[in-house]
């Protein structure tokens, strides 16, 4: 049971209220963004509330070598698209779920649990996959991972065996403007879509620019080095 403390309505009217349930990430249990709540002057109880079911969908991953992807984070992201296609009130709502990150086991196989966002519509979900730490390999996205409301009647949604893409090195020197090193400077890279059409794909709002996609941040050593991979095309 839960006990809200909520502002009560007047003598003459109820008030309204929004009511918003965000279970813990990793749980099988959905989440509730709009049902209404109608208070009147004094306390009571609120009906039940009945949590939708997330659906689970799996892989497994492997890199560029056939190994599998022990240790690396897979973490959900509502796609730009999909975010894109909904009013303004939706959007806020979808941008205050904890989304999930989960843990790749020795077999390559990860389960994340997500939210058919919108009832009786489908939602697409990027997953950004980053290596284990000091691992030589590219960060990567699955992109446009549909969720349809009908998959929670089914076994869930099952991406099949994913193989990472592989890896570029790069390397390059952070000097000031004197041309001396700057150790410990912090170096992001994004990948900027090459085709400007993807704004009309997604259905962007008027003067959008494709959105640019996180590939990993870097630190420079001691003498100003970075040493950066990037999945190749």
């Known amino acids: ?18 009511l918003r349930v ?3 990430p990793n749980t099988s249990f959905g989440s509730v963004f709009a049902d209404e709540l109608s208070i009147g002057p004094a306390g009571g109880w609120l009906a039940d509330i009945v949590l939708p079911t997330r659906v689970r969908v799996s ?6 070598a056939g190994l599998p992807l022990e240790g690396a984070s897979v973490t959900a992201h509502t796609a730009t ?3 894109w296609s909904l009013d303004i009130a939706q959007q806020d709502a979808v941008s205050r779920i904890d989304l999930p990150t989960t843990i790749v086991a020795a077999d390559g196989s990860f389960v994340v649990w997500l939210d058919p966002l919108v009832p ?3 939602t697409l979900y990027d997953l950004e996959v980053n290596p284990p730490a000091g691992a030589r390999l590219p960060r990567w996205t699955i992109p ?4 349809d409301p009908e998959a929670r009647a089914l076994d869930g949604v099952d991406l099949g065996d994913l ?5 570029a090195f790069v390397r390059g020197e952070v000097l000031d403007p004197s041309g ?9 890279i994004f990948e900027l879509p090459t085709d400007g059409s993807v704004c009309d794909e997604l259905g962007g709002p008027d003067g959008c620019a494709p959105p640019a996609i996180p590939r990993g941040t870097w630190t420079a050593d001691e003498d100003g080095v970075v040493r950066c991979v990037l999945p190749r095309p």
């Open 180 to 188: 001396a090193p700057l150790p410990g400077a912090s170096v992001s």
């Open 120 to 122: 009786d519509a489908v």
């Open 81 to 83: 698209g999909f975010v």
């Open 59 to 64: 892989a497994r991953l492997f890199d560029h």
């Open 144 to 147: 446009a991972v549909r969720i």
């Open 1 to 18: 049971n839960v006990d809200l403390a909520l502002i009560p309505a007047f003598a003459d009217a109820n008030r309204s209220f929004r």
């Open 163 to 167: 193989e990472q893409p592989s890896p």
């Open 22 to 24: 965000t279970p813990q």
